[in-house]
């Protein structure tokens, strides 16, 4: 029986030290993740983004070289369809061979373009600008940010909206370019919902129907 | 006498000391060498201190302001400094935590950023198609807006994504919600559980959520 005893307490020794060694399961290690055969999990392949040594700046994910065309469908415009490296108002902001800004959106507006141009505009704009578009941002709120203008200032309501993408894709003053992270489309989207966000306090009650009047007066 | 006495209770010792270790051991298996704890906890020390408690808890910036390719790709992006830089270029410009990042952004080198979530390479996971369907960031990362550091909060073993492929009405949630991390259908825990059921459901059907089975679907 005693020895029973003692291999029990033994066993129970050996766990409590392995235990020691190991930790709880789950905590919070710096050590990669263990892989017993990472011959399978690591291929010889690339992923985006990882270390490669191959190219001289290290990097698996290269630019691609300049005036390299973006394989993509064509987008539907007012003016037809449209790709991404054509010289057209939908991708420039511009009327074609000219450097004067188009005044009106090259895409058909709908609801679905404006409830896009809504969730892009929070993403974006809105920590600089505000979601009402009136520059009160949470950078705004910190003090971080000086002077973020308003977008129901007089100026950018009467500017055209070939100028408005220009400034997105492009940047302007202290705000930074957004052309490489939002896509033309959405930041035409972008626009058609500023413009709704500026027709918000522009409008008066008369353009509303009696439903929506009536639905005011509440 | 040859051998004592004790040594006839050999035959019954052996497989109960067998059985023990045997035990001991699958125990020990099964909690320490699968992903479980393999992957979770995982917290490497990062080139540039980027805190996402500040960034998308406290600011409450988008997921997406940074990882804008989440929608579009299979792949989540990590931003380019210019993107750090939006905000950098003024906020804590010479802040020596942002000296990678301002390097990064004048002279094009890339920042060493340590991957935290990696599946093995011969799983194909895709971010658009979860994205876009209403499955949100928070079921595969964790509260990553209350992260200083980022560590790898879920398993991603191939039974984490079986226990969602084979439910995912239980997971799925309004597609507009999915960047809200902290959200649920309702504080009540009861009523919440309810209106997942329900919705859940509807969203499964209306959105024809296929959540594949197959081995093709995640292993090409």
Known sequence: MRHLLYSILLIVAIAAAAFTIVGIPGHLSRKPPLEVFPDMDRQAKLRPAQPFDFFTNGLSSQLPPAGTVVRSSPVKTLNGEVYSYQDVPFNTGRVTGTTNFVALNPLPVGSALLQRGRGQFDIYCAPCHGGLGDGNGITKKLGVMPAVISLHDKRIIEMTDGEIFNTITHGKGLMGAYGPTVTAQDRWAIIAYTRALELSRLGSPDELSAEQRAALKK | ?220
Not at chain 2, 19 to 28: N, P
């Open chain 2, 1 to 220: 006498m040859i051998f004592p006495k004790w040594t006839n209770q050999i035959p019954f010792l052996i497989p109960i000391g067998l059985a023990l270790v045997g035990g001991a051991v699958a125990a020990g298996v099964t909690v320490y060498c699968t992903p479980k704890n393999t992957r979770v906890g995982y917290q490497p020390v990062q080139p540039v201190p980027f805190s996402h408690a500040v960034h998308a808890g406290q600011l409450g910036v988008d997921c997406r302001y940074c990882h804008s390719t989440v929608e579009k790709s299979w792949f989540s992006s990590i931003p380019a400094a210019s993107t750090c830089m939006n905000c950098h270029s003024l906020i804590l410009k010479d802040d020596p935590r942002l000296a990678l990042v301002r390097e990064s952004f004048t002279n094009n080198t890339p920042i060493p950023w340590v991957q935290v979530h990696i599946v093995p390479d011969y799983v194909y996971f895709n971010h658009s198609v979860h994205v876009a369907r209403g499955f949100s960031c928070v079921e595969c990362h964790g509260r990553v807006d209350q992260m200083d550091e980022v560590h790898h909060a879920k398993s991603l073993s191939m039974s984490f994504c079986l226990d969602c492929h084979r439910n995912p009405a239980a997971f799925i949630r309004p597609p507009g919600k999915v960047t809200d991390l902290g959200w649920q259908w309702s504080t009540n825990a009861a009523e919440a559980a309810k209106l997942q059921e329900v919705n859940g459901k509807n969203f499964v059907h209306d959105w024809r959520v296929e959540s594949l089975q197959s081995c093709s679907a995640c292993h090409r």
